[in-house]
Nanobody, 119 residues
Framework: QPQLVESGGGLVQAGGSVRLSCAAP????????MGWYRQAPGKQRELVAQ???????NYANSVKGRFTISRDNAKNTVYLQMNSLKPEDTAVYYC?????????????WGQGTQVTVSS
């Protein structure tokens, strides 16, 4: 059973929109935060957006105002609505989750989903 299951990636024209979803069926523990990272070829993986269990959000400056992260705590699912996409948004997007177990914090990563923005 995968810990994080991502969906919604694909090819989109510049200016278009994509909605990514990440479900966490295999996570054990209480999820404190979920988010999205991305990595383009030759670049370091960077934080795109994150949301805590209390609904506090944080965005990279490059996506602020264009992307929106949301979370359904009951479903352990996080979404990333990406609007006004630019070619520089092209990357592999990785879902991430932090969960508190009884004695430790667990760090989960998805397999990644490709988002390609064409100009």
């Amino acid at each position: 059973q995968p810990q994080l299951v991502e969906s919604g990636g694909g090819l989109v024209q510049a200016g278009g929109s994509v909605r990514l979803s990440c479900a966490a069926p295999g996570i054990i523990g209480s999820i404190n935060a979920m988010g999205w990272y991305r990595q383009a070829p030759g670049k370091q993986r960077e934080l795109v957006a994150q949301i805590t269990s209390g609904g506090i959000t944080n965005y990279a400056n490059s996506v602020k105002g264009r992307f929106t992260i949301s979370r359904d705590n009951a479903k352990n699912t996080v979404y990333l609505q990406m609007n006004s996409l630019k070619p520089e948004d092209t990357a592999v997007y990785y879902c991430h989750a932090l969960a508190d177990g009884r004695w430790r914090t667990y760090d989960y990563w998805g397999q990644g989903t490709q988002v390609t923005v064409s100009s």
